[in-house]
């Protein structure tokens, strides 16, 4: 491991493939667009569970996405990561004989090969998969912190809306109750108008009876008085 000069660094890349590992997630739901807090969410829309995949498949994609970021930082020469490589092909549970002929083939390939140097390089890439781990469950974590930001801005913004709507509901009440109180007044009103005019007509037909009966009576004294002048007076 010492006499082998190291790949030139692929942090950039093995990063935005760790990141791939939440965008993908994203993209399995791109067609269902976020949505403002004045929309409706059609009925049709499936649920996240139904969007995300099964748990065995995405531990697999995401064990293919370490194997290949190790693959990516593999070092020149032979190594663990061949070593590795050479048992795994043999088996994938390998036991002492595999690991004895494994042995011998690298030793061939690498004639400085020794239980030490595979050991170094072991904790080399034992080092970038924990590297590779700890970026992944920081781009999650990011992912999550994002999240619920958003969900607090929409949850205030739903709230403020509501409230709002509390508010001009309570408006519409009071004149609800307003025109209905208004409304009452009219009805009773209008179910008293006939007896409120009765007695108007009653007064007026009173006075014009009254009135009738005044000038009957001075009609009467002036034909009185006609009949004693053309009786009395000649």
């Known amino acids: ?14 990063l935005r493939n760790l990141a791939n590992v939440f965008l993908v997630m994203d993209e399995t739901k791109e067609g269902a667009k976020p949505t403002s807090a004045n929309s409706q969410v059609p009925a049709n829309v499936p ?10 498949e995405f531990v697999e994609e995401l064990r293919n996405r370490f194997r290949k970021i190790l693959e990516d930082k593999n070092q020149p020469g ?59 469950v920081s781009a999650g974590e990011q992912k999550k912190g994002k999240l619920n930001a958003d969900k607090d801005k929409e949850r205030k913004q739903l709230n403020n809306e509501a409230t709002n709507i509390e508010q001009q509901l309570a408006k519409l009440k009071q004149q609800i109750a307003d025109l209905e109180k208004a409304q009452t007044e009219k009805l009773t009103a209008l179910n008293g108008i006939d007896s409120k005019f009765s007695e108007l007509f009653a007064e007026i037909e009173h006075k014009i009876q009254a009135t009738i009966a005044a000038k009957d009576g001075v009609a009467n004294e002036i034909a009185l008085i ?9």
């Open 226 to 234: 006609e009949t004693g002048i053309k009786q009395y007076i000649s």
């Open 1 to 14: 491991m010492a006499e082998q000069e190291p790949q030139k660094s692929k942090t950039g890349g093995w």
């Open 47 to 56: 649920s996240v569970a139904s969007t995300l995949p099964t748990s065995d």
């Open 78 to 136: 032979f190594d663990f990561y061949e070593f590795s490589l050479m048992l795994l092909r043999t088996s994938s549970s390998p036991n002492v004989e595999h690991f004895k002929t494994a042995y011998e083939g690298a030793k061939l390939l690498n004639p400085n090969c020794s239980q030490a140097f595979l050991l170094e390089s072991a904790a080399f890439y034992k080092s970038e998969l924990q590297k590779a781990f700890e970026a992944t």
